[in-house]
């Protein structure tokens, strides 16, 4: 595909936030995931030839970037860890419920932590990329219902995890 460098931009600047979110769910670290997205739109601008279709463009470019930050994980040598991740979930939840006293941070934290990388990377794209199972198994290298199957237990974890502690679910109900 030819594409000039306005067009990329055009087509990053919809997917950067995103990009950014999926980034630090998975390091941990602001300044990792911001080099993690540097490398990523870097390594997509140069190989933009091989990019099919612009409709492929979110795929493609999140799929560049669950490599890079991968490399970056095992490069480190370290496991994922948690904690950053849920102060990202409670702040989306914050938003999305603002005015209403809501402090999840602590308890997505401790839901979170019962989930392999594996699972949160796979709920990470479904909640930051907005992505299906088909397309999170594409840039996975899986079969969609191994995915679906993963995210559905990986959700189930959190949730018994969110009602065994003693401040959201179950409280009144």
């Not at 991740?85 to 809501?102: D, L, N, P, T």
């Not at 709920?123 to 999170?136: A, K, N």
């Not at 990986?154 to 018994?160: D, I, P, R, V, Y």
Request: hydrophobic share 35%; proline share 1%; charged share 30%.
């Amino acid at each position: 595909m030819k594409c000039d460098a306005k067009e990329f931009a055009g087509m990053y600047g919809q997917v950067c936030r995103d990009l950014y979110r999926y980034a630090l769910c998975v390091l941990k670290n602001p300044h990792d995931a911001e080099d993690a997205v540097s490398e990523a739109v870097l390594n997509a601008y140069e190989h933009i030839s091989s990019l099919r279709s612009r409709d492929s463009f979110r795929s493609w470019i999140f799929t560049i970037l669950a490599n890079t930050c991968r490399r970056k994980l095992k490069r480190a040598g370290r496991e994922q860890s948690v904690e950053d991740i849920g102060e990202v979930f409670a702040a989306q939840e914050a938003r999305r419920y603002e005015g209403q006293q809501c402090d999840l941070s602590i308890d997505l934290k401790h839901a979170l932590a019962e989930l392999s990388r594996e699972e949160q990377m796979i709920v990470g794209l479904s909640v930051f990329g907005g992505y299906r199972s088909r397309e999170i198994a594409q840039m996975l290298r899986m079969k969609d219902g191994t995915v679906r199957s993963k995210r559905s237990r990986a959700l189930m974890k959190m949730n018994l995890a969110l009602n065994d502690t003693s401040g959201i679910a179950g409280k009144g109900n």
